[in-house]
């Protein structure tokens, strides 16, 4: 029985778990980019809402796990003691300018995908290739010297995660603390606004998106208890793992699909279920050559970006933030701060349009 080899159980677990979380992604429009434009632009807060309870979401399940030995965070790569600040910096700038060029991220790309977008297929193949030519191709040769080559040790505290830093530093263990105090925060800002509040189906998203991400670091934890092959600790990443996917598709690597690969396709098989459900699926494809070039250098810089941040806007912004580690938020503010550039050249003819208009809409929506 294939469910017999623990190893072999990974991707069918991903598989299930992708299953869902394309679903409940898909017909609720979930979108990293959509959030922060409809924030900065409309003044809108309520996506970028559903995100951050996603990611508290998966914070809260992840710590209880954690707490209980149910989830081995520690050994993912995510809480190493090497953190790569060049890579979270530049890596996460250059993701954001890929998904403001694209239109959404590596995620949002398997969603389209799921809907019949031959434009998300084309950004996903780059995406994937790209991502291989960073992690062990000629972009490689490029990564150790700028990323690898500079990461500052952190290993007087033990690991990157922010609470072994600050326990480090203070002398007191203060890492449940740390989690809870960041948990309240984030949750009282999502839920200050009355009008969030009504948005049932939203908040159900959200919180179905962060505990499929918990779900995640159980499994391959259980699996890698009960194998006698390395297995990688791993919840969600939406770069190397579409890589990874293309490589099982077009070669035989002798290795059996891990939990990261069977999460892709099954992500994409729940988008496919939701857009029918919701009777989305139309065929898309790109209008001329200007708009394929600009998704196949979206593309580019989503893969080459993410291998040199370690995540995406999932892999790091939900899977890492649910770790703690110091590099999601730094990652993340950069993946802004890149989206909102590539955002006011393409939308507003100049990169001078990030300090201007933009901030009338944000301040809105921070005072709701």
Known sequence: ???SDPVLLAPLLGVLAGCVLGFAARATHFCTLSALERYWYAGDGS???TWVLASVSALIGTQVLAAFGLADIGASFYLSPEFAWTGAILGGFMFGIGMALVGTCGFGAVLRLGGGSLRALV????IGLS???AQRGIVGVLRVPLVD???VSLAGSGSQSMGDILSAWTGLDLRTALAVTIALAGLFWIFKSAAYRRQGSSILAAVIIGSVITFGWWATTFVAARSFQEVQIEAGSFVVPVGDTILQLITYTGTWPDYGVGLIVGTLFGAVAAALWKRDIRWEACDD???LGRHILGGTFMGVGGVFAMGCTVGQGITGFSTLAISA???MVSMALGARVGLAWLLEGSVRGVFRR?????????AE
């Open 149 to 151: 080559d500079l990461a």
């Open 131 to 133: 991502a291989l030519a």
């Open 329 to 331: 938020p730094v990652v």
């Open 358 to 366: 933009s901030h009338d809409g944000a301040r809105q929506a921070a």
């Open 289 to 291: 050559a200007r708009e």
């Open 123 to 126: 950004v996903l193949t780059v």
């Open 47 to 49: 996506s970028l809402r």
């Open 1 to 3: 029985m294939i469910v």
